[in-house]
């Protein structure tokens, strides 16, 4: 018989282990699920007098499902005092199945689901470099929206830099490189997983926005097409100023994309900034606006053990402040920004662009939190100058 759940909770707040020596400190017998955005299916753990005594994870089942539930850093976890067969397939106590998860975690044995994959020290390439963090997308489910499936082979281009085109993409299958092409020669900014989307919005709503870098196929991929169609009708029921805040973390992506390039080919950090500027937010700032730039320019600079480095230019038309959906690790938390002298900025209604992101269709919310994610790694890899 269902019951409802007695006990709720984030994985980020409370991760598997914290739950299950709590659900084993009070004897406690009943069923764990876990979800997450990055996996299609929940997880169950059917837990006897505190201990687990059987899992399903996808295709996994017993001890080697319960310990890949470990990887979820992510997701949501509900305990209910169903009832269940009490078949004991996992013969460990509670307590020795956290132990040696743990340590299976810590060995890079158990794969991390989130919305970054790190591969870890076991996938060099020929030059003996750490290959970069797969970012993968939510769980694709919105396959009404999908027109057509394209096959790429291990190295095909699927886009090029700087020519226009509208199509957009999501990874089903396989890993993708994003790559800027430059004169000292490609560099790989990032790599995309299941889930990830291969194009930008901004390509579809502007038909002069050139591609900003290529796409390559790392090994055999498998992406969804977008019904370009469906998707522009989507688009067509935003507010331009919803549209605008998408156009511009968008141009955040491009930007710090670039600047990742050029710390990369410096000898150097360089600041490239100006002499005039003053700052207008400072890092660790208690803000709560959001902003558009009118006019002039908003340099962003980020404060890593005691060094500062710059990050990007902010234009008319782009964005600054806070905003809960988007997690760029940029201003205020992880940047500061300064202004030119001619810097004019246009307060937005914060809490009309949330309600209209709440309402927006799953897919575009997908699309711009996949946009987020992709920043902040980008940022981190280029402030370390990693890649």
């Not at 020669?185 to 591609?211: C, K, N, W, Y």
């Not at 558009?292 to 320019?297: A, I, L, N, R, S």
């Not at 987020?372 to 790694?377: D, H, K, L």
């Amino acid at each position: 018989m269902s019951t409802q759940p007695v006990l709720t909770g984030n994985l980020n707040f409370i991760d598997l282990a914290d739950l299950l020596q709590l659900l084993n400190a009070d004897g406690k017998t009943g069923v764990v699920t876990l979800t997450s955005r990055y996996v299609e299916k929940p997880g169950i753990i059917h837990v006897l007098d505190g201990n687990p005594i059987h899992a399903f994870c996808d295709e996994k089942k017993g001890e080697e499902a319960l310990y890949a539930m470990f990887g979820w850093g992510e997701g949501n976890f509900e305990f209910t005092l169903d009832d269940f067969s009490h078949d004991r397939v996992i013969m460990k106590t509670a307590m020795a199945v956290i132990l040696d998860a743990l340590k299976l975690v810590d060995e890079g044995e158990i794969q991390k689901i989130g919305p970054v994959q790190h591969t870890g020290d076991k996938m060099r390439d020929e030059s003996g470099r750490i290959h970069l963090p797969v970012v993968r997308g939510p769980a694709f489910s919105d396959y009404m929206y999908l027109a057509d499936e394209e096959s790429f082979r291990a190295g095909e281009r699927i886009i090029e830099q700087g020519r226009h085109g509208n199509w957009l993409w999501v990874v089903l299958e396989g890993v993708v490189k994003i790559v800027k092409n430059t004169p000292k020669g490609d560099v790989v900014i990032s790599r995309v997983g299941s889930g990830a989307f291969v194009g930008s919005l901004s390509s579809m709503t502007r038909p002069d926005h050139p591609r900003s870098a290529s796409a390559m196929a790392e090994g055999d991929v498998l992406l969804g097409v977008i019904d370009t169609r469906q998707l522009m009708s989507e688009l067509a029921g935003l507010s331009e100023e919803f549209l605008n805040l998408i156009r511009g973390i968008e141009n955040r992506l491009s930007m710090i994309s670039d600047r990742a390039v050029e710390l990369k080919h410096s000898e150097t950090i360089p600041s490239n900034l100006p002499l005039d500027i003053k700052p207008v937010i400072h890092q660790g700032d208690h803000v709560t606006k959001l902003f558009f730039v009118e006019t002039g320019h908003a340099y962003l600079v980020q404060k890593i053990n005691g060094q500062k480095i710059f990050l990007g230019t902010l234009e008319p038309g782009d964005f600054i402040g806070r905003l809960p959906i988007f997690k760029h690790k940029h201003e205020p938390d992880m940047a500061s920004i300064f202004a030119s002298p001619d810097l004019k900025l246009s307060i937005q209604d914060s809490d009309a662009l949330m309600a209209e992101y709440e309402k927006a269709p799953n897919l575009i919310k997908n699309i711009i939190e996949f946009t987020s994610i992709c920043v902040s790694v980008i940022t981190d890899l280029a402030s370390r100058n990693i890649l």
